[in-house]
């Protein structure tokens, strides 16, 4: 494909190519931050993406067959020193879009069976990852547990109670942010629990694919890492999915 | 306005001893790149050299950021972001990859995540001081027409608005831009092409206008 530049193009780009004014105080800062995320401080403690990689790489079968069953512990990092472990973890546990929502569509229905057979509740956990056990935790944020606890009213169209958990112990807030609620971080806070430090909301969903993620102190994106992922198909973002109901 | 610092020039650190004189070449597209030293010492965990490559790509990060979405104050936090990931993944940094790359890899992905973030909350662009004021006194013309052309570029898709900037503003080969966005070459090239007819075809309507 030829590129073809003009006297148009040329302005576009020499305007764009403009640099900005970069504050006196950048690179001080820069080296502030990475010293404080040294000691351990800081929303870094969250943000345990891999950044070299590109966002939502093509996971190989090889890798798909190492993933965690549903209801495995995951475990999220704090410390530098972990990681690389959790970075291994996390390229695992990214599943192929088909092969998501056939493990969605498994655990939902596991859930709704599990239900049946129960004395009638306001929500029941079907899908679940245990704790992980006690290590020093010196961040707060280290494991990031999700459990999503699913209710059936109506199998067709009345909407289905569905349990937002996220253990993030120092975290100030955390709200979940769909495309049930617009995307709207104030909409559906997450309650902490002094006793565990985990946070959760009950939010009605109605029956179908959703979207998701966590955003803690009210701008740390953070997925939920025992759901499938998907790619925004606006802008790229990653986004955790769920099946609520019978599709 | 904070004057800008041309990270084309060399540059001196004063700020720990010793201090560190940047050597840039230019690429093949004649954009500026780093003596590949400092990335050395840098992934040896001189401090010194780390200074030196944030101070070195600083703006032009932050110029590509600005661009991706379009609020300076959530550029910045970007760029930041970006600096301090690249210190801690640098002993993963394979010297066989372009560094230009490898940096641009984790900004576009910073990016992307803000913007999925920051997009959802509101889609009001607020461009603030940038670019930056050269001196020269206000040219209505000329900020009337920076304001279309940032108008124009936040109306692209972001894919296409990010293989643009790649492509026509930071200078890189399509090889480069495949490693920094997972996209393949040909769908590379297409988004480039129509993200310049659409700059083309709504830039010439407003000039006629």
Redesign the interface.
Known sequence: ?R??R?E??DR??E??????????D??????A??DA?RRGEGP?AY?S????D????PTSTEEMRASPAVGQSVHTPAS?GE?RTAGRFRRRFVVSLPAAIGYAVAATLAGFLIRGALPRQTTTDTITAASPSGTNDTLGARATLTRVAVSRRDLQEAPVTVQFVLDARRAKSVAV?GDFN????SKTPLQRDSATGVWSALVDVHPGRHVYAF?VDG?I?TLDPNAPRTK?A??????SVMIVGVP | MMPARDVREASTLTSSPPSLTLIGGRNKRGMSAIDMSIVQRAKRGDRTAFAALVDFYYARCLRFAVHMLGNAQDAEEAVQDTFVRVHGALHRYDEFDRFESWLFRILANRCRTMMGREARRSRVLVYGDLPHDRGTPPDVDAIVWREEIQSALAALPAAQREAFLLRHVEGLEYEEMGQITGAGVSALKMRVKRACEFLRLRLAEVERA
Request: net charge negative.
């Open positions: 494909m590129e073809e003009d148009m193009l576009i780009v305007e764009l190519k403009t640099l900005p004014a970069v504050p006196p950048a690179t001080a800062r820069v080296l931050r990475v995320a870094s943000a993406q891999d950044d070299d590109v966002i939502f790489f530098k990681s942010v617009s995307w709207d971080g955003l701008s994106w925004d606006d802008y790229g973002t990653d986004q």
